[in-house]
């Protein structure tokens, strides 16, 4: 007697598997896949170049499969550094998962730019050796360090004005370059630290009309204040 096994699984379903499995490894290797590759922070994570979305994993090296970082629970980079002449967005109108990036500290070199308004949290702080450029509110948890060479830009008119909320210490050095538009007189807070030392090596303003804009440093409660006052009767 005879007995048909009901375990035989046909070939042609067994290449289907195989080739089904060999299309999913390949898809997992591509730039911008979420493999568990987002969770591998062994090494500094490097912005690539231009300007884009610090939520868009694409704009981030060597893997491209991951941000650094939108709350993934598995872990954050040890460090990431914004250069390339790159410009890295953190924007709540942008942000995809979260307005919050984390990291162990954020490096933005001499031809980085970061800007935004959302919040950048580190545990070991940020260095701005290139720019910080705030676009409305840019929170960052932590301590905030300038170089001789960081320049921070802001733009100002009566009724918004960029700025930078800091946590920690703030450190200014280097250059506060402002443009404003309008006509007005006034105190504005373009950044605000738990403490802060130093001041701008240099300062310029942009404006039409008669204005003498002026830093103002407020060491007791951390501020940093864009004095304006008008020079015309």
Known sequence: MKTKSTSRIPRTFIRIT?????????????????ADAQCNWQFPTNWTDGTGDWFNPLNWGPSH??????????????????????TAQISTETAQACETVTAASVHAWKSGTLT?????????????????????????SGDVDFGPGGTMR??????????????GTATVNGKL?????????????????????????SFSATYTGCLAPSIVYDYVNGYVYLHVEATCQ
Do not use: K
């Not at 802001?154 to 946590?167: G, I, K, L, P």
């Open 116 to 140: 935004g308004n959302g919040t950048v949290s580190t545990t070991s702080g940020t260095t701005i050796d290139g720019t910080l450029a705030p676009t409305g509110t840019l929170t960052i």
């Open 154 to 167: 802001c733009n100002v008119s009566s009724s918004s004005w960029d700025r930078a909320e800091v946590s």
């Open 177 to 201: 370059s402002v443009t404003l538009t309008g006509f007005f007189t006034g105190d504005f807070p373009i950044l605000h630290a738990s403490s802060l030392i130093g001041t701008f090596s």
């Open 65 to 86: 499969n991951a941000q650094p970082d939108c709350g993934v629970s598995c872990g954050h980079p040890l460090e990431v550094d914004i250069n390339n002449a790159g």
């Open 18 to 34: 195989i080739l089904l499995a060999i299309t999913v490894l390949a898809l997992s290797t591509l730039p911008g896949s979420r």
